[in-house]
């Protein structure tokens, strides 16, 4: 299941922006650190008007704080120079994170402008900081000592981390090159949140309307009802309109029995950002990616992946293409076999019509159904959302690590019908907060993801506060939450990454919890998603709204052997994606790309993942993982890091599966490391030996050729 991890907003607004007075001074509730449990944003006293003059104050005092690093007279020492650096910044990203969530998850046009105007503003403070020529002279002294000073093993690596993230955001550059760099920041930053900011707006407008209910046909009655409810919210009165995810597939698509409106929901998605309106996005993925190579060949880089990887688990650009080079050939012999059961499907079905990317999901649900007596509809009953977080996902993580969860309805959230968990530590010790934004809305960006409101810290004595969103349709008035079992698998995976940052046990923040490298976070998330079938869990959690009962076997047998099937189409989605990042990111800086469907169609045909009928999961115009949500070459990292989940529930599976012990191992070696050391040796630690892609084929049904 896909999903990100959001690092704070730092994409902070055109410079000069005015400040609104009434939001000055001591009256700002983002100014100090809330007197909540754990320090939980005070949404119910911050306002809109608060955010900005609360950046530009965090910013003011953050540069503060590292002049007089820079600045400190006395040698210097880890202590008063990288330890002094982790201390630094806290109203900034105290601001960063609160308004992050708010702004990815419930905008509005005031926010927009913030974002926008920070953003600038927020890349030059950050190159002020990364350029200063004394400051780096203090942590290159302390970095070249690092063999004398008899550092325990986190202080070495953040010694470690701190001086090769300095060289590779340019401080070795020369003055010119520094100047360039900053211009190149503060034009990316502005790019990306331009990207997002378009992409919301292009989803919201590209919505399917339906003036016949009669073309809804297929859809559940809780479905048109929605539908309607969401026209009404539109002042679309006597009409139906099924909102847009951020995915070239719909949702919708497996129930419509219309073809033409399949197509018309299918291209409404395909061409959403492409419009040549205000929205289309085309002309700002033309400059970032442009910009990237410039800025990847001034550090010093042939191009911004390689630029990228350097501090990733996989290193560099090949280890990702040989990696992926692996999945392909098996990917496309496993959708052509899924196409010609679906292409017999259809004509089953009735008169013949040659297969089609809209008519994919509808019919390869009418497969599954036809293979292994199985449709959503027979399931959906047995997953009432709040049964499944709570007696399925929090079960879980009771019997692998001990945790219990504690509503808390005392806290102020960002949306109303949001809520919210204390979680208790096996030894009934407060462990910290998780936050559920569950459900769709028109100014929430697209898709699944898990934030930080609160990091966890040694140093800074604080505890992780963490958010979960989804993209749930909201039920009707007094209608249940029935959701599928993808969705169940999505809010198991959220709240692996939740875990990732609830069990983060570092002194130092910039280590700490899910601030790890791209093709790492994912592993946690991932790996948690194998508890959602696993027998123990799944009978506490799998049970009837309306009758009591407990799902029976037969119905878990087939929902088991119904996994497999889809796999070519799922993984072929996300390898065209993934091949379609790297290759925008692999371009050099003297390329000179005009068109971007038509490099998007060449960068498939060059990596054969342009299967028949299995479009990319994003195309580039709404790629919001690359170009605004920071996976730029890095969306591969969602199918390493299922390599790397599956070796580990492998190993789960040869010691006994679902056991304490079992959990505690995990949770010690993986899950409350961050990256206080470096991923092989971290994952070689847990697993016994490097990655094995054995594992992933034989899960997924797939074998290489």
Do not use: C
């Not at 139906?240 to 018309?264: C, E, F, G, H, M």
């Not at 065209?576 to 000179?592: G, I, R, Y």
Request: aromatic share 10%; proline share 5%; charged share 20%.
């Amino acid at each position: 299941m896909l999903s990100g991890i959001r690092i704070a907003a730092l994409m902070l607004l055109p410079i000069g922006a005015a400040i609104p007075l009434s939001a000055q001074g001591a009256g700002n509730p983002l100014t100090e650190a809330s007197a909540l449990t754990f320090q939980a944003p005070r949404y119910d006293l911050i306002k809109d008007v608060d955010y900005q003059p609360a950046f530009e104050e965090g910013m003011k005092q953050e540069l503060a704080e590292v002049l007089a690093i820079a600045n400190n007279p006395a040698p210097p020492t880890f202590d008063n120079t990288i330890v002094a650096m982790e201390r630094t910044g806290r109203l900034l990203e105290r601001v960063a994170l609160t308004f992050g969530a708010v702004v990815g998850a419930n905008t509005n046009p005031a926010l927009d402008r913030v974002q926008a105007a920070e953003a600038p503003k927020r890349a030059a403070e950050q190159d002020a900081i990364n350029l200063n020529p004394k400051l780096f002279a203090r942590i290159k002294a302390v970095y070249d000592q690092r063999a004398t000073l008899k550092l325990d093993p986190e202080s070495l690596q953040l010694l470690n981390v701190t001086y090769q993230d300095f060289v590779h955001a340019g401080a070795n550059l020369p003055e010119a090159g520094k100047s360039r760099l900053e211009q190149i920041n503060k034009e990316l930053a502005e790019r990306t949140t331009s990207f997002r900011q378009k992409l919301v707006a292009a989803t919201k407008a590209a919505m399917l309307v339906v003036d016949d209910k009669a073309q809804l046909d297929g859809l559940s009655d809780a479905q048109i009802a929605n539908a309607g409810q969401a026209a009404t919210d539109h002042n679309l009165r006597g009409k139906w309109v099924i909102p847009l995810q951020n995915t070239t597939q719909q949702p919708s698509l497996v129930d419509l029995t219309d073809r033409a409106t399949r197509k018309k929901l299918f291209d409404d998605r395909w061409t959403a950002t492409e419009k040549s309106d205000a929205n289309d996005t085309r002309a700002v993925v033309l400059r970032i990616a442009k910009l990237r190579a410039e800025k990847a060949q001034l550090l010093g880089y042939p191009n911004y992946s390689a630029y990228v990887l350097y501090n990733q688990m996989t290193k560099t650009p090949d280890a990702v293409l040989k990696f992926l080079d692996q999945l392909v050939v098996p990917t496309a012999a496993k959708a052509a076999e899924e196409a010609r059961l679906i292409q017999a499907a259809i004509d089953q079905d009735g008169p013949h019509f040659d297969l089609k990317p809209w008519d994919w999901q509808r019919y390869a649900a009418q497969v599954r159904k036809e293979r292994y007596h199985l449709d959503d509809n027979e399931v959906r009953p047995y997953f009432e959302l709040h049964t499944v977080l709570e007696q399925g996902v929090f079960y879980a993580a009771t019997q692998l690590y001990g945790v219990t969860f504690k509503r808390r309805q005392d806290l102020p959230v960002w949306q109303p019908d949001m809520i919210a968990y204390e979680v208790i530590d096996h030894d009934g010790a407060p462990l910290g907060l998780v936050y559920f934004d569950f459900y769709r809305r028109d100014n929430k960006e697209g898709g699944a993801w898990t934030g930080t409101l609160v990091q966890e810290s040694h140093l800074l004595g604080t505890r992780p506060v963490v958010y979960n969103v989804l993209n749930l349709t909201k039920p009707a008035p007094g209608q249940p939450a029935l959701i599928s079992f993808g969705d169940v698998i999505t809010l198991f995976h959220e709240f692996g990454h939740a875990l990732h940052g609830l069990f983060a046990d570092s002194k130092y923040p910039s280590l700490s919890g899910t601030r790890v490298a791209r093709d790492f976070v994912e592993f946690p998330s991932q790996f948690n998603e194998h508890w959602a079938l696993y027998p123990a869990v799944l009978k506490h959690y799998a049970i009837n709204h309306a009758t009591g009962k407990v799902i029976p076997d037969a119905l878990v047998e087939r929902i088991k052997k119904a996994q497999i099937w889809g796999q070519g189409y799922q993984l072929g989605e996300l390898l065209a994606a993934s091949e379609l990042d790297m290759k925008w990111h692999l371009l050099p800086a003297s390329a000179n790309v005009k068109d971007v469907d038509s490099f998007e169609t060449l960068a498939l045909q060059d990596t054969h993942t342009d299967f028949v009928n299995v479009p990319p999961r994003y195309r580039s115009s709404y790629f919001l993982h690359i170009w605004g949500s920071g996976y730029a070459s890095g969306y591969y990292a969602y199918q390493w890091t299922v390599m790397l989940d599956d070796d580990a529930f492998a190993w789960f599976t040869a010691h006994g599966g679902l056991t304490r012990a079992n959990g505690q191992r995990f949770r010690d070696l993986i899950l409350s490391r961050g990256h206080t050391e470096d991923y092989g040796p971290m994952f070689r630690a847990f697993y016994g030996k490097d990655p094995d892609i054995g594992p992933m084929l034989e899960h997924r049904g797939l074998t290489l050729k």
